[in-house]
């Protein structure tokens, strides 16, 4: 069974400018999240979704990143524009009793 | 807010035993997890624990759960230098929705 699927696996971009993941979840889960990992630290919750609907978006920043899950499956998250303390890891899992993680997108702004 | 907490660092000789601590604060938890993440890896979860238990047992892992004084430990038997990693303790609350709430990690460093 494949697991949460996310790309790109790298991306560094000049603060200011845009920038997008991508994560397929696995089949089947209806919760999805996104985490966001700083370095040393353990992830922290970005974005919930059960379904299409975003059930927790409490800790996103919504002036510069937004995110969508058409259909109840793919996910999308943006941010713009990236600012210089974005640089982390963002991590996707998918789940219903418990999450699993797909390997992140680590995200360099210079 | 839900806490989990960690000490940061553990060092184990190979074929020791590790012991992970967490506490955490929520007492509406309902799911206790241990993640494994190595070096530019994704989190793996390793085991978890329902709140109803107090004790799972999984090959080399052992996971305890002091529901009362909300404390949840991981044991690694016979540690072996491929378990260093980081490993996070996580819980989730029993609002209906699976929300996971991770600790800050502990650093298992394992001695040859």
């Known amino acids: 069974e494949a697991g949460v699927v996310q790309s790109p696996r790298y991306k560094i971009i000049e603060k200011k400018q845009p920038v997008a993941f991508w994560c397929n979840p696995i089949s089947g889960h209806n919760t999805l999240y996104w985490y966001r990992q700083n370095l040393g630290q353990g992830p922290e919750l970005l974005i919930r979704?059960?379904?299409?609907?975003?059930?927790?978006d409490s800790q996103l920043p919504k002036d510069r990143f937004s995110a969508e899950r058409l259909k109840g499956v793919d996910s999308t998250l943006k941010i713009q524009p990236a600012e210089l303390g974005d640089s982390a890891v963002y991590l996707c899992a998918s789940g219903n009793t418990e999450a699993f993680f797909g390997q992140g997108t680590r995200l360099t702004v210079v | 807010g839900e806490d989990v907490e960690q000490s940061l660092f553990l060092s184990v000789r190979e074929g020791d035993s590790s012991v992970i601590n967490c506490t955490y604060t929520?007492?509406?938890?309902?799911?206790l997890y241990w993640y494994k993440q190595e070096p530019g890896a994704g989190l793996q979860l390793l085991t978890y624990?329902?709140?109803?238990?107090d004790m799972k047992q999984d090959q080399r892992l052992t996971v305890l759960l002091n529901k009362k004084d909300k404390h949840l430990s991981l044991r690694i038997a016979d540690t072996q230098t491929g378990d260093s990693a980081i490993y996070f303790c996580?819980?989730?609350?029993?609002?209906?929705?699976?929300?996971?709430?991770f600790g800050t990690g502990t650093k298992l460093q394992v001695i040859p």
């Open positions: 929520d007492s509406s938890s309902t799911y």
């Open positions: 624990i329902f709140s109803n238990m």
């Open positions: 996580a819980e989730s609350d029993s609002g209906g929705y699976q929300k996971v709430t």
């Open positions: 979704y059960e379904n299409e609907e975003a059930v927790d």
